[in-house]
């Protein structure tokens, strides 16, 4: 079984940054694929971040401001998230494709943390 346990969010004002944190527990033996998504309250969840073997994906609403990046070692994945606007209120999810200490390729979310920037 594998959980990911989130963390970071907070109450921020406009301009400023933080960083969440998405740890990767349990019967893990590669982390395939990563990616953020958020959701704000009316609105579907959208990608915000994504890092594949083919590279690192950003949409234009959040280029430049945010960043993801991995650490192998500890099996976490991390959003740096920079001049923070209202737009990006939002719950913040962790997303991975990991391939299992068993082989298999499995899909995990996050339960999400929240993130509110005001103006």
């Known amino acids: 079984q594998v959980q990911l346990v989130e963390s970071g969010g907070d109450l921020v004002q406009a301009g400023g940054s933080l960083r969440l944190s998405c740890a990767v527990y349990?019967?893990?033996?590669?982390?395939?694929?990563m990616a953020w998504y958020r959701q704000a309250p009316g609105q579907q969840r959208e990608l915000v971040a994504s890092?594949?073997?083919?590279?690192?994906y950003y949409p234009d609403a959040v280029k430049g401001r945010f960043t993801i990046s991995r650490d192998n070692a500890k099996n976490t994945v991390y959003l740096e998230m920079n001049s923070l606007k209202p737009d990006d209120t939002a719950v913040y999810y962790c997303?991975?494709?990991?391939?299992?200490?068993?082989?298999?390729?499995?899909?995990?979310w996050g339960t999400g943390t929240q993130v509110t920037v005001f103006s």
């Open positions: 349990g019967s893990v033996f590669l982390i395939n694929v």
């Open positions: 997303y991975v494709n990991i391939q299992s200490t068993n082989g298999y390729d499995e899909d995990y």
């Open positions: 890092d594949t073997s083919g590279g690192t």
